[in-house]
Each structure stands twice: as C-alpha cells, then as structure tokens.
T-cell receptor, first 113, second 113 residues
C-alpha cells in the first residue's frame, strides 16, 4: 500500500489567493483527519470525516477554511482567501473508524507570503 | 482545561544510553495513550499504545509506562542509536466514547555518536 498520499508537498502562494490541499487516504480506511502543525501550537485537529461525512469541524479556524470528502478515496482542504498566518504544515491522516492508530501522510508545507 | 505537556527542550544523549521522554497531562480521564515518532519533513508514525489499565508496554528497544495517578507516561529507548534522533509525540485519547487523540507538541531527541 502506498500509504496516505498528499499533494502538493509544498505550496507557496500570495496572501488572498485560494489554496487547495489534497489527500488520498489508505484504501479501506473510513475515517479521515486534517491536521495543522506549527511550532507555536503543535499538531491541531481541524476536521475529521467518518464514511465521507464531516463529524467535527470545531477545529477549523474560521470560515476561510473548508473541507470536503466527495468519496472514500479523496478529500480536499481549501483556504480562501489565504493569509500569512495560515502558513504551516498540513497533514492528512486516515484510519479505520474507531481504530486506535492513525496513519499520517507526508504533509503539505504551505507558505503564504 | 485539558493539557498535554511534553518537554519543549531537546534531549541530547550519547549513543548507547537510555533515552527517557516524559508526557504529562491534566484534566483528562484517559482511555489510552500513544507515542508517535516524527522525522523532519514527514508525518508522525505510530510506535506504541498503552491503555489506562496497563502499567507498561514493550516493543523491541522501546518501553512505555503509564501512571494514571501521577498523570504521566514515560517513553524509554534503550541502547539508543543516532537513527533514533527524531521528535516524539504523545497522544492522549480520553475515555467517554470519542476515539480522537489529542497530541502533545513533542520532544526532540538527539542521539550523539
């Protein structure tokens, strides 16, 4: 198995632009998580899905952030408009629902100038 | 409020020694605790899980203890090697139904040859 796949690996954009991050979970996993990691705040859960349905988005910082999971093999995290404070590494993780362990992708390093 | 604390200062040790990392928590009734390893530019990778009714868990050179009275977990790497150098994150899952972990900010371990 290829593991969790994220794209792009690096994204540099200018303030105000729309950014879309992509994630392909491990085949057969039915829970998907989006995290953001910064030096100041560590690894923060933004949103998670069970069976493609958003369950808890209380970690999404504001309305500029949105996430979708149109099918079991694909999810997107969108930031519109982006701001410099959104600069961070964004991780996607997947697991079997109610499993103990999460499997993380390699992350997308986002820089907003 | 709920807190997970890991030492923010890097732990520097000599090859062959035992590394001990600490994870303290407050205001949690834990179901289980996990330890993950994170290398630069990569996502966290699961290492070990210990449940609240377990005192100790071992896997090869790794050992985890869990003291729910002290509200602390210790993570040990015996006979440490330079390849063990990484950031180690603890993640706590509270009892009460949710299986979603909350991550600490991690401690960097540097093993010198």
């Amino acid at each position: 198995d290829a593991g969790v796949i994220q794209s792009p690996r690096h994204e540099v954009t200018e303030m105000g632009q729309e950014v879309t991050l992509r994630c392909k979970p491990i085949s057969g996993h039915n829970s998907l998580f989006w995290y953001r990691q910064t030096m100041m705040r560590g690894l923060e859960l933004l949103i998670y899905f069970n069976n493609n349905v958003p369950i808890d988005d209380s970690g999404m910082p504001e309305d500029r952030f949105s996430a979708k999971m149109p099918n079991a093999s694909f999810s997107t995290l969108k930031i519109q408009p982006s701001e410099p404070r959104d600069s961070a590494v964004y991780f996607c993780a997947s697991t079997l629902m109610e499993s103990d362990t999460q499997y993380f992708g390699p992350g997308t390093r986002l820089t907003v100038l | 409020s709920q807190k997970i604390e890991q030492n923010s200062e890097a732990l520097n040790i000599q090859e062959g020694k035992t590394a001990t990392l600490t994870c303290n928590y407050t205001n949690y009734s834990p179901a289980y605790l996990q330890w993950y390893r994170q290398d630069p530019g990569r996502g966290p990778v699961f290492l070990l899980l210990i449940r609240e009714n377990e005192k100790e868990k071992r896997k090869e050179r790794l050992k985890v203890t869990f003291d729910t009275t002290l509200k602390q977990s210790l993570f040990h790497i015996t006979a440490s090697q330079p390849a063990d150098s990484a950031t180690y994150l603890c993640a706590l899952t509270a009892s009460g139904g949710s299986y979603i972990p909350t991550f600490g900010r991690g401690t960097s371990l540097i093993v010198h040859p």
